[in-house]
């Protein structure tokens, strides 16, 4: 009798037992979405505190447009083979679209603005590039603004109006030989692009612009010694680029160019460089410091996306704001970073002998 007794209250028991573990289980997924703060403290527990803003949003955190390359045309009056932002389009925004969209990235963060091309002094024989770069700097009170030329259009007139406004004009020189000029096809009649440089030169001290000479690294000058030369010069910056593919721009079936016949090595590359190591104002570029390191705005103000060997736009951050567009241009802010995109770059902070 006892031991029939006893089975009944075990199993009573068990079943009490079963009923509070399946409250308590049930107890503990209902608070579950709340995420409550409870005060637990248990073995090997340890609270990592709040996890940054940038650390939570992830892969979805925009960057900041800190320097924007705007390729407002794509129109230019030279044919350099290598180009790779061809007169696909002879589309230009009008004025007052492109200065919102300036005002825009502005307000997300922007710091610097380089206008380029195609050629930028082609539109309205330069009005229209002054006219932003005046923009730019006295409304917008921009800290740096810079253009991209060839020079071949560029008048001593337009410093006169605009070069107070203007922080750096940085020329195109691949060679100072006037038959690799005529190879690359940097050169439009008989101009002679080296004697232009000189005398661009001239008008940047003459108006308090800092000069910059870009070279792009190809097949035809790779062995050339432009140590004299650019020492002569002096440019603030002389920024070395080697020469890079694009498929749609200068490679590939849609191209308007064939670049393949300028590609060189990153062992050529190198020894370039190496022969030039001692020119101070030297600034290297790699295609792998290049690709991704520039965000590039095209005319019709669309980040574009280099990652894939081709330029891929975005939607255009006049239509859909800056942060929805940024977020697909593929821009790497560690190596913009990395490779200096980030110097001293308002002539007022330059300290410059005009």
């Known amino acids: 009798m006892q031991l029939a007794v006893l089975g009944r209250l075990l199993s009573v028991g068990r079943a009490v037992l079963a009923a509070l573990r399946g409250s308590l289980?049930?107890?503990?997924?209902?608070?579950?979405?709340?995420?409550?703060?409870?005060?637990?403290?248990?073995?090997?527990?340890?609270?990592?505190?709040?996890?940054?803003?940038?650390?939570?949003?992830?892969?979805?955190?925009?960057?900041?447009?800190?320097?924007?390359?705007?390729?407002?045309?794509r129109q230019c009056n030279y044919k350099c083979g290598f180009c790779f932002h061809t007169a696909k389009t002879s589309f230009v925004l009008p004025l007052e679209e492109a200065k919102r969209g300036l005002a825009m990235l502005k307000e997300a963060g922007m710091e610097k603005i380089n206008f380029s091309g195609g050629e930028p002094f082609l539109q309205d024989?330069?009005?229209?590039?002054?006219?932003?770069?005046?923009?730019?700097?006295?409304?917008?009170?921009?800290?740096?603004?810079?253009?991209?030329?060839?020079?071949?259009?560029?008048?001593?007139?337009?410093?006169?109006?605009?070069?107070?406004?203007?922080?750096?004009l940085a020329i195109s020189c691949d060679s100072f030989d006037e038959d690799v000029n005529v190879l690359i096809g940097r050169r439009q009649g008989k101009k002679n692009h080296v004697e232009n440089l000189h005398k661009l030169r001239q008008w940047c001290r003459e108006h308090a612009v800092a000069f910059k000479i870009n070279s792009v690294i190809n097949r035809f000058n790779v062995e050339e010694d432009m140590n004299e030369?650019?020492?002569?010069?002096?440019p603030v910056r002389w920024k070395v680029f080697q020469c890079l593919l694009i498929e749609g721009e200068n490679s590939g079936e849609d191209a308007l160019r064939e670049a393949e016949k300028f590609v060189i090595s990153?062992?050529?590359?190198?020894?370039?460089?190496?022969?030039?190591?001692d020119v101070s104002c030297?600034?290297?570029?790699?295609?792998?410091?290049?690709?991704?390191?520039?965000?590039?705005?095209?005319?019709?103000?669309?980040?574009?996306?280099?990652?894939?060997?081709?330029?891929e736009p975005s939607k255009s951050i006049l239509d859909v704001g800056?942060?929805?567009?940024?977020?697909?241009?593929?821009?790497d802010e560690k190596m913009f970073l990395r490779r200096g995109g980030k110097y001293v770059w308002s002539k007022a902070d330059m300290k410059l002998d005009w």
Not at 284 to 304: A, G, V
Not at 322 to 331: H, L, N, Q, R
């Open 25 to 73: 289980g049930a107890l503990c997924w209902s608070l579950a979405p709340l995420s409550l703060s409870l005060p637990l403290s248990l073995p090997g527990w340890r609270d990592p505190g709040p996890r940054p803003e940038r650390e939570r949003e992830g892969e979805d955190a925009a960057p900041t447009p800190t320097s924007v390359n705007y390729h407002f045309t």
């Open 322 to 331: 800056v942060e929805a567009a940024i977020k697909f241009s593929g821009f």
């Open 266 to 277: 990153d062992e050529d590359f190198d020894r370039f460089l190496d022969r030039h190591k």
């Open 282 to 311: 030297l600034v290297p570029e790699s295609n792998q410091k290049m690709r991704d390191s520039y965000l590039i705005l095209d005319e019709y103000m669309r980040f574009l996306n280099c990652r894939n060997g081709r330029k």
């Open 125 to 168: 024989r330069g009005e229209f590039v002054g006219k932003l770069v005046q923009f730019c700097k006295q409304e917008l009170e921009l800290p740096s603004v810079s253009i991209v030329s060839n020079g071949s259009l560029i008048r001593k007139q337009w410093f006169e109006k605009y070069g107070e406004y203007l922080d750096i």
């Open 229 to 234: 030369q650019i020492k002569a010069l002096n």
